[in-house]
């Protein structure tokens, strides 16, 4: 299982990414699309919606099953990864580049509340 050290992961297998212009991204982990199979479609979210911390934001639909996704931090969603959307299983390929959706983070300090790529490796083998 991949866990990259530079991103930050949530219990319910989101990954964020702060990008230097302030945005995160957000995507799924290694983790979570092994356990989903192959992905057919992604709902992502509008720009423009404001989500909280753990709002359910999108949805991602594999042959197994559906699985709501979270917003890690709170923000305004200011753009969708058409492309991803567009090929599903890209997520499959490369889980850490297909990224699902870009937030303008309220508060970026939330991110220092998220799981490093060690506590999010004790909390998946948890799952297990």
Not at 2 to 27: F, M, R
Not at 63 to 90: F, H, L, Q, R, T
């Amino acid at each position: 299982m991949s866990i990259p050290a530079d991103l930050k992961y949530t219990k319910s297998h989101e990954w964020a990414k702060l990008e230097s212009d302030g945005t995160v991204l957000v995507g799924i982990t290694d983790h979570a699309q092994e356990a989903l199979g192959d992905i057919v479609f992604l709902e992502l979210p509008e720009a423009g919606r404001v989500v909280a911390a753990g709002e359910e934001c999108a949805v991602v639909e594999s042959v197994k099953a559906a699985s709501d996704i979270y917003a890690p931090i709170a923000g305004e969603i200011v753009a969708a990864n058409d492309e991803a959307a567009a090929a599903p299983e890209s997520v499959n390929t490369d889980a850490y580049g297909a990224w699902l959706f870009r937030i303008r983070p309220t508060n970026v300090g939330e991110l220092d509340g998220l799981l490093d790529a060690a506590g999010y490796e004790a909390a998946a083998a948890e799952d297990h």
